[in-house]
Antibody, heavy 122, light 107 residues
Framework: EVQLLESGGGLVQPGGSLRLSCAAS????????MSWVRQAPGKGLEWVST????????YYADSVKGRFTISRDNSKNTLYVQMNGLTPEDTAVYYC???????????????WGQGTLVTVSS | DIQMTQSPSSLSAFVGDRVTITCRAS??????LIWYQQKPGKAPKLLIY???NLESGVPSRFSGSGSGTDFTLTISSLQPEDSATYYC?????????FGQGTKVEIK
């Protein structure tokens, strides 16, 4: 069974930084694009970023471009997102998701992690 | 960016009812349309991909149809466990965009 386990969420002050991780197992990690999708409290789903299986291509939502950096370590089967310059508007549950049949950064996400909560507040 | 608009935003129906949710794209997306189900406190779950293909393990009472700009998710006979929020997403172009969600409640 495919497993995705996020970690690294927590409370951070505005302007601060945080790095989220997503540990993947039970599939060939390097063969799949991976995405981060977030959900603000009581709101809908918002795509954040996608990275290709090799890591050579990355895509970002305009709302995080220049502040967030997606990366992956295929030797560790782990996906990351480095989040800098955080604002209260970044407060959300962050999900990692496996992508397939991607058109650029737009994928069909067939497996999702349980999510990790990021709260940006002073 | 492609805008995805779902209707209705919420609905309430009886067990056994046929339920239909609509998703409209702001431009043609072919069949690059995905439906997810999300229950409170849980991650989204893939239900339908490529507009009409049922994901493995998803009950056959769920079906999807449409192409171009207009799409439909149908639950043929609503069950108590179908109480959830349903989202459509286009995977035609970057950025991928989601509908605002449709909350389905059981009367």
């Amino acid at each position: 069974e495919v497993q995705l386990l996020e970690s690294g969420g927590g409370l951070v002050q505005p302007g601060g930084s945080l790095r989220l991780s997503c540990a993947a197992s039970q599939f060939t990690f390097s063969s799949y694009a991976m995405s981060w999708v977030r959900q603000a409290p009581g709101k809908g789903l918002e795509w954040v970023s996608t990275i290709s299986g090799s890591g050579s291509s990355t895509y970002y939502a305009d709302s995080v471009k220049g502040r967030f950096t997606i990366s992956r370590d295929n030797s560790k089967n782990t996906l990351y997102v480095q989040m800098n310059g955080l604002t209260p508007e970044d407060t959300a549950v962050y999900y990692c998701a496996r992508g397939q049949y991607c058109s650029g950064g737009s994928c069909q996400n067939d497996y999702w992690g349980q999510g990790t909560l990021v709260t940006v507040s002073s | 960016d492609i805008q995805m608009t779902q209707s209705p935003s919420s609905l309430s129906a009886f067990v056994g009812d046929r339920v239909t949710i609509t998703c409209r794209a702001s431009q043609s997306i072919g069949s690059f349309l995905i439906w997810y189900q999300q229950k409170p406190g849980k991650a989204p779950k893939l239900l339908i991909y490529a507009a009409s293909n049922l994901e493995s393990g998803v009950p056959s009472r769920f079906s999807g149809s449409g192409s171009g700009t207009d799409f439909t998710l149908t639950i043929s006979s609503l069950q108590p466990e179908d109480s959830a929020t349903y989202y459509c997403q286009q995977s035609y172009s970057t950025p991928p965009t989601f509908g605002q969600g449709t909350k389905v409640e059981i009367k």
